[in-house]
């Protein structure tokens, strides 16, 4: 895929971002291999003069692992609140997200399940917010879909989690309401099962394209309560019996 065709597919969905309309697809400028995906999510970051806070990534069993940029200016904290710039619904995804103690970077080996735990300094509920940049995300390709960080938008972070390693994180028991209804409450969820599989994948796959984690980085992985669109002006609270909770409002 060439460098001008890259660009193409960069000024497509940067326009998006900037306050144009949603876009079908991406046409003749879609990728056609995953390095064009991450050279796209990059050049996108870029061109919106942002930095990298973190990733979003799954790895649901029988299917291909994916991951997005999540950028830093899209952090926000419990208790605040996020001012919508359209009329579109936002979807929510209650998650259970990392933040790295210290950097991965490629090494000789893969590194273990252990080795990744190792280096994750907290673990925390996470609310993150959808938003595709396509006018029906279903219908576009996985590529295209993964080009536009598989319609991230921002992050809501929650407090970090005490002895989080003893937790049974597959079975957690999760809960998502807006308005004062509940929308979801279930136990487990995640597409991956486990959310530390995606973490230890994410970890050594980045290195394939001349990336890896970094100390301060946040990594969410996987929505156990599905994305639940809510339209703008209500507050959101979500989040795992036993871990935390978030509260958040949409204005």
């Known amino acids: 895929m060439s460098s001008e065709t890259i660009a193409r597919a ?5 326009a998006v971002h900037q306050g144009g309309a949603p876009i079908a697809n991406l046409g003749d400028a ?4 995953e390095a064009a995906v991450f050279a796209i999510q990059r050049g996108v970051l870029q061109a919106l003069g942002g930095a990298i806070g973190g990733w979003k990534c799954a790895t649901p069993p029988g299917k291909p692992g994916s991951f997005g940029i ?7 904290q419990s208790g605040g609140r996020w001012g919508v710039a359209n009329s579109r619904p936002i979807g929510l995804e209650t998650e259970v997200a990392f933040r790295m103690a210290r950097d991965l970077p490629p090494r000789g080996s893969a590194y273990s399940r252990e080795d990744v735990l190792e280096a994750v300094a907290a673990a925390f509920p996470l609310l993150e917010l959808v ?19 598989i319609a991230h938008l ?6 970090d989690v005490a002895d989080w390693r003893q937790l049974d994180l597959p079975n957690l028991a999760v809960r998502q309401s807006y308005a004062g209804a509940v929308q979801v409450e279930q136990k487990g969820g995640n597409p991956s099962v486990d959310p530390v599989l995606p973490l230890v994948w994410l970890a050594n796959h980045l290195h394939v394209h001349g990336e890896h984690l970094r100390a301060g980085q946040v990594v969410t992985t996987g929505t156990y309560t599905g994305c639940i669109f809510v339209p703008p002006g209500q507050r959101v609270q979500a989040g795992f019996a036993g871990v935390g909770e978030i509260t958040f409002d949409l204005t």
């Not at 960069?10 to 940067?14: A, D, F, G």
């Open 10 to 14: 960069i000024e497509k969905l940067v």
């Open 30 to 33: 879609a990728p056609s291999h």
């Open 70 to 76: 999540m950028a830093a200016s899209g952090a926000r």
């Open 131 to 149: 938003q595709s940049r396509y006018a029906d995300h279903k219908i576009v390709s996985p590529a295209e879909g993964m080009a536009d960080n």
């Open 154 to 159: 921002g992050y809501v972070v929650g407090a």
